[in-house]
């Protein structure tokens, strides 16, 4: 879906990163952040968004280094990303 993203910056992440999202039409929005095995490791939103562009900060000095999936879920829609923590 052309307006749909996301995407970690810095990635790999050493102790925080921002989750940069992308949403192309107003909807309920989950943003979640899974481990490989597919267990949640956080919730970073759950609610309604505008339109838009967004930006939410994100610590991973709990998380033990890997890889982790970050998932975005807007109405219907689904993207992925791979988010890299090291330590």
């Given at each position: 879906?052309a307006?749909?993203?996301v ?12 989750v940069?999202?992308t ?9 979640k952040?899974?481990?490989m ?12 968004k505008n ?7 994100f610590?991973t ?18 993207v992925?990303s791979?988010l890299s923590?090291v330590?």
């Open positions: 879906v307006g749909f993203s995407e970690a910056v810095p990635n790999p992440a050493t102790g925080s990163t921002n940069r999202y949403v192309p039409q107003n909807s309920f929005v989950t943003l952040v899974y481990n095995l597919g267990v949640e490791d956080a919730t970073l939103v759950q609610e309604y339109a838009g562009g967004y930006d939410v900060p610590t000095t709990t998380l033990p280094s890997g890889q982790y999936t970050v998932r975005v879920v807007a109405g219907e829609f689904t992925n791979v923590v330590r």
